[in-house]
C-alpha cells in the first residue's frame, strides 16, 4: 500500500508542468503553442527569454530528484524496496509526459530524467548530463543530444551498479520513453529541418 502511494505522489509530482507555470509568471506564450510545442526548458528558450528557460530547466529536474530522493530517503522507513523505488522512477516520469494538471500535455522530459538519474547517484546523474553537453556544444541539437543520453543512461547504471531490482528495468524504460517522445525532433534531425540550440520561435 504504501509503495502504491509513493508511486501515486511521484506521478502528481511530475504532474507539474513548470514551462507553463514559469511562462505565464514571466507572461509569455504558452510554450505548447509555438516552436516545437513542447513544454519543456528547449522551447521556453524559443521566447527568448533566458532566465524562463533556465527557471523551467530547474524545475523540471528537481522535481524529477524530489520525488526519487524521497522514495529512497523515507521509503524504507515505510517498507518500501528498490522495486517501488523503480515504480517511482517510472511514475514521475510519465507525470511529466503525461500530466494530470495539464490535460496529459507533457513535455518529453530530458530535464526531468536527469534529476532522476542525479537522484539515483550523482556519478551517474553528471556521467549522463555530461554526453548531453559533448553531444550538444560538438552538434548544436538538444534533441540529438537527449537521444545519446538516454541511450547512455541505461549503459551507465548497468555499470555502476547492475540491474537492482528492476531499477535497471526501470531506467531503460525511462530512456526508450525518451526516444518515443522525440520521434519529430528524429524525423527533422533526419530530413535537416531540426531546430538549433538558440533559435527563436516562429
Known sequence: MNTILFTLAAYLIGSVSFAVIVSKLFGLSDPRTYGSKNPGATN???SGNKKAAILTLIG???????????A???????GVEDSGVALVVIAVFLGHLWPVFFRFVGGKG???AFGILLALNPW???ATAATWLIIAFAFRYSSLAALVAALFAPFYYG??????DGILLAVLAMSLLLIYRHQKNIANLLTGKESKIGSKKK
Not at 72 to 78: N, V
Not at 159 to 164: E, R
Open 44 to 46: 521556453v528558450l524559443r
Open 60 to 70: 523540471d529536474g528537481f522535481k524529477g530528484w524530489l520525488a526519487v530522493w524521497l
Open 72 to 78: 529512497l530517503r523515507f521509503g524504507p522507513g515505510f
Open 110 to 112: 530530458v530535464a526531468t
Open 124 to 126: 551517474l546523474g553528471v
Open 159 to 164: 555499470l555502476l551498479f547492475g540491474d537492482t
